[in-house]
Each structure stands twice: as C-alpha cells, then as structure tokens.
C-alpha cells in the first residue's frame, strides 16, 4: 500500500496531494499484525513520508510537517488498537482452553468397544464458536449391562450446560448403583427438580443393552425414540408405549415412563440422537428424513457411518444448525 501510494506521488508530483495515504500502511498494520509490526510499519512510513516531502519540496511549507504528523498520528492509534486486540485475542484463548476443558468433561469421548458393543458419538453445535451447549450423552459399562444416555436440555446458555453436567454426573454414578432404568430415572428426575427448580426440563433417553441375550431395554422420557437399523437394512423405530412428560417434569403428573425391549441381534445398529437431528431443515422447510437416509450408516466403521450421516444433516439444512445435535451409535458386533 505504501509503495503504490509512492508510486502515485512521484507520478503526480507535489501538486497531487497522495502525500498523507502513506499512513494507509501502519493502519492496516494495526488491524492484522501486533503493535511492534504496526510501530515498525510506522516507523518507514514515516522514512518514506519525509523522503518524498523532501522530494516534492513540501517541508518548505505546512504541508509536509502536516502529512508528518498524519503518519505519526495514525502509527500511534494504529499501535493501541494493536494491543487491545492482542489483548482480547489472548483473553478469548483462554476462555476457549476453559471450554475445551469443560468439554473434555461434559462429552468426554465414550468407548469405542464396550460390551460386545462398536461405540461412536457426534456432536454439532447450532454455535460456530460453542463447543458445548445442552445436548448430552453417555455410555458406561455397569453391572447391569451395558448402560446409555442421550438427551437434551431445555434452553441454551451455561444454565443448560451446567443442567446437563449435573444429570451426566448423577448418571455416571447412579449407572453402577441402581438395578433398573426405572430406579434410575426416578434418580435423574430428583436431579432436575431439585436444580432446575421447575426452570428447566430435559427429555432424555435411557437404554440398557444386552449383548449376549441380543436385547436392548428402552425408557423414554419424552425424547425421540432411537433408531435401529438392522442388519438386513431395515429400519426400525423403537417408540415407547406411552409418551411420558421429560425429566424435570414429574411434578406435574402424566404417565409415568415404562421400559420397554427391543430386540437387538449382531450385526443391528441403534442409532440414539437429539431433535437437532430431525428438527434440521432444508431451504423449503422439510424437515430431515432421518429414518430414510438411516442406511448412510451402513459402513465398514461406525465412525464412518455417524459422519457420513452427520455431513448428510449439515448438507440438507443448506446452512448453520438451529440447535445442537447430538448422535450416539451403537453397533452390536458380529462374533
């Protein structure tokens, strides 16, 4: 920048008037680089002003000690502004190393083989800049088997993070403790009411899975239901028997959820996921065909499968997510 608007000066001699653009150098200095680059752009614009004042013969007047402190002006306000961003650039690298952390414990990665089981998990947040939000997921090895959870917050914010983290945390505990879904929904369902105060509600999806006997157990409270492909592609939905009020809510009466089975034989897939998934819409404004396009997951690896139907999510609301979407699948391995 500076260079042509010396080329423009000795082009157009004194008379021209480019003399001052040269502080376009440090000015744009100031926007990308730090303040030392921004001070040393100022410094030769400074070099380059004076030699071309000197040139034109514009110090015999006002109009070269003007363009001096043009430059000058320009190189200092240009330095601050460096620094200031320099500073809130630093100050959002922490933030983000927090939030990273947070994430490493909110959605920690779950096992790849857990109980006869090929695990993998997704998470897209409606937020370019979050990696958290409301949707959460878990899966643990218990004693009663194999033991999983997906489930949504309602709201967005820390308050749903911090809803979310609570019910993961009394899940990871009570998963090893409590000898049936029902025992452990009651437990989950304390938790919300008793935090969220009748703020907040979260439907969420319970299910335990039985490799050897090839049976997966459901309760639902008040989620989508899961999706399980079989393994001649076939897809089914695995919806409860009564559509129970989310967890948080139980105060307020309605049926209580009630587990119900489904059968789950090697080779079958069980897709669990939020209505980030379903609720994505494309530019007419049909909603995702999840259960259509559930053999995208049909692939060697799981994990290859889940972001293949992942990207097939993001493609078809043709632009950014209106809400999280969380993805758990598990795939019963062939023996």
């Known amino acids: 920048m500076m260079a042509v608007v010396a080329g423009m000066d000795l082009t157009a001699g004194p008379e021209g008037g480019f003399l001052p653009l040269v502080a376009l150098g440090p000015a744009f200095a100031g926007l990308i680089g730090t303040w030392r680059r921004t001070a040393l752009m100022g410094a030769l614009a400074l070099l380059l002003c004076a030699g071309l004042g000197m040139y034109d013969g514009l110090f015999d007047t006002r109009r070269g000690y003007t363009a001096m402190a043009s430059v000058a002006g320009v190189t200092v306000a240009g330095a601050l502004a460096a620094g200031s961003r320099m500073r809130r650039e630093a100050e959002l690298a922490g933030v983000r190393s927090i939030a990273e952390v947070a994430q490493s414990v909110l959605q920690r990665?779950?096992?790849?083989?857990?109980?006869?089981?090929?695990?993998?998990?997704?998470?897209?947040?409606?937020?370019?800049?979050?990696?958290?939000?409301?949707?959460?997921?878990?899966?643990?090895?218990?004693p009663y088997g194999v033991r999983v959870i997906i489930g949504d917050?309602?709201?967005?914010?820390?308050?749903?993070?911090?809803?979310?983290?609570?019910?993961?945390?009394?899940?990871?505990?009570?998963?090893?403790?409590?000898?049936?879904?029902?025992?452990?929904?009651?437990?989950?369902?304390?938790?919300?009411?008793?935090?969220?105060?009748?703020?907040?509600?979260?439907?969420?999806?319970?299910?335990?899975?039985?490799?050897?006997?090839?049976?997966?157990?459901?309760?639902?409270?008040?989620?989508?239901?899961?999706?399980?492909?079989?393994?001649?592609?076939?897809?089914?939905?695995?919806?409860?028997?009564v559509h129970a009020l989310p967890l948080g809510l139980g105060a307020h009466g309605g049926e209580p959820p009630r587990t119900y089975r489904s059968d789950l034989a090697p080779g079958d897939q069980l897709l669990l996921y939020t209505?980030?998934?379903?609720?994505?819409?494309?530019?007419?404004?049909?909603?995702?065909?999840?259960?259509?396009?559930a053999g995208l997951l049909c692939t060697?690896?799981?994990?290859?499968?889940?972001?293949?139907?992942?990207?097939?999510?993001?493609?078809?609301?043709?632009?950014?997510?209106?809400?999280d979407a969380a993805m758990l699948l598990l795939r019963h391995r062939r023996r």
Do not use: M, W
């Open 109 to 142: 990665p779950v096992p790849r083989h857990v109980g006869g089981l090929r695990a993998a998990a997704s998470y897209t947040s409606a937020a370019a800049e979050s990696r958290i939000g409301g949707d959460l997921y878990e899966v643990v090895a218990s």
């Open 275 to 293: 209505d980030g998934v379903t609720e994505a819409r494309d530019a007419d404004g049909a909603f995702y065909p999840l259960r259509e396009r």
């Open 153 to 241: 917050v309602q709201g967005k914010g820390l308050a749903a993070v911090e809803t979310a983290a609570s019910v993961l945390g009394v899940f990871r505990e009570a998963a090893y403790d409590e000898p049936d879904l029902t025992a452990l929904a009651a437990r989950l369902e304390r938790t919300v009411a008793r935090e969220a105060d009748g703020e907040k509600f979260v439907t969420a999806v319970l299910a335990e899975i039985h490799t050897e006997q090839g049976v997966a157990v459901f309760l639902n409270c008040g989620h989508p239901p899961p999706v399980i492909v079989r393994a001649d592609g076939s897809v089914d939905l695995a919806g409860p028997p």
């Open 300 to 323: 060697a690896e799981a994990e290859e499968g889940l972001e293949a139907l992942r990207e097939d999510v993001v493609n078809h609301a043709d632009g950014p997510l209106h809400d």
